[in-house]
């Protein structure tokens, strides 16, 4: 069992940047994908970025390419996701997930999941 706590949502203005981060505990040690993921109110959860144990792979929505960027430390079981120059658009719960196998789009790939933080974008 892997237990993931995200921190770092809040209030920004659109342009700002927030800093998301995902602690892991338990079974870490075998753990390869970690991901964020979102979803706005009434809508469905979607893929915003996933890298792997090494860092070496990396994916990115489109909507989120050159402004959020995803890294690992691997030290402190954590994973983070810096969002630059946020749009009212970003604003949703964002969710850290995590699993065993190679990092995927789908959140379906991922067994373990966090209860998620809340990120508000003002125009």
């Known amino acids: 069992q892997v237990q993931l706590v995200e921190s770092g949502g809040g209030l920004v203005q659109a342009g700002g940047s927030l800093r998301l981060s995902c602690a892991a505990s338990?079974?870490?040690?075998?753990?390869?994908?970690m991901a964020w993921f979102r979803q706005a109110p009434g809508q469905e959860r979607e893929f915003v970025a996933a890298s792997s144990r090494a860092g070496g792979i990396t994916y990115y929505a489109d909507s989120v390419k050159g402004r959020f960027t995803i890294s690992r430390d691997n030290a402190k079981n954590t994973v983070y996701l810096q969002m630059n120059s946020l749009k009212p658009e970003d604003t949703a719960v964002y969710y850290c997930?995590?699993?065993?196998?190679?990092?995927?789009?789908?959140?379906?790939?991922?067994?373990?999941w966090g209860q998620g933080t809340q990120v508000t974008v003002s125009s």
């Open positions: 338990g079974r870490t040690f075998s753990v390869d994908a």
């Open positions: 997930a995590a699993d065993y196998r190679p990092p995927n789009y789908s959140d379906s790939d991922y067994d373990y």
